[in-house]
């Protein structure tokens, strides 16, 4: 199932085919930063991820300052990573290439 919490390898794993997020230190979430040329395109970008997100029920949490758009993502659901968060990481880091 999408959202069962995934063990440690699994993390890795994933994580390893994903370009530029992190994994937080207790291993709950993954984190990445994205920088855009302003705010249009740091605004145009969240409402493409916003819709994704809406699709596959699954959310990030997130902030925006100016241009730059910071996210973690987890699955409050069952207290760590799941595939669903690989997903719309994957997801966001297509969106961003263009
Ligand atoms: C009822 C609904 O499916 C759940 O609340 C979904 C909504 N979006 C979600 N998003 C995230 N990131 N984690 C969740 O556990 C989650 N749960």
Same mark, same amino acid.
Not at 32 to 40: G, I, P, T
Not at 55 to 64: E, G
Not at 72 to 82: F, V
């Given at each position: 199932?999408?959202?069962?919490?995934?063990?440690?390898?699994?993390?890795? @794993? !994933?994580? $390893?085919?994903?370009?530029?997020?992190? /994994? #937080?230190?207790?291993?709950?979430?993954?984190?990445?930063?994205? +920088?855009?040329?302003?705010?249009? @395109? !740091?605004? $145009?970008?969240?409402?493409?991820?916003? /819709? #994704?997100?809406?699709?596959?029920?699954?959310?990030?949490?997130? +902030?925006?300052?100016?241009?730059?758009?910071?996210?973690?993502?987890?699955?409050?659901?069952?207290?760590?990573?799941?595939?669903?968060?690989?997903?719309?990481?994957?997801?966001?880091?297509?969106?961003?290439?263009?």
């Amino acid at each position: 199932m999408a959202r069962e919490k995934l063990g440690r390898e699994a993390v890795a @794993e !994933a994580l $390893a085919g994903l370009d530029g997020w992190s /994994l #937080a230190e207790d291993g709950g979430s993954i984190a990445r930063s994205f +920088s855009f040329r302003n705010f249009s @395109e !740091a605004f $145009a970008f969240m409402t493409r991820v916003a /819709l #994704a997100a809406e699709k596959i029920d699954h959310h990030p949490d997130w +902030s925006n300052i100016y241009k730059t758009v910071n996210v973690t993502l987890n699955t409050h659901d069952a207290g760590g990573l799941t595939a669903l968060d690989f997903e719309l990481a994957s997801k966001m880091n297509r969106y961003f290439g263009g």
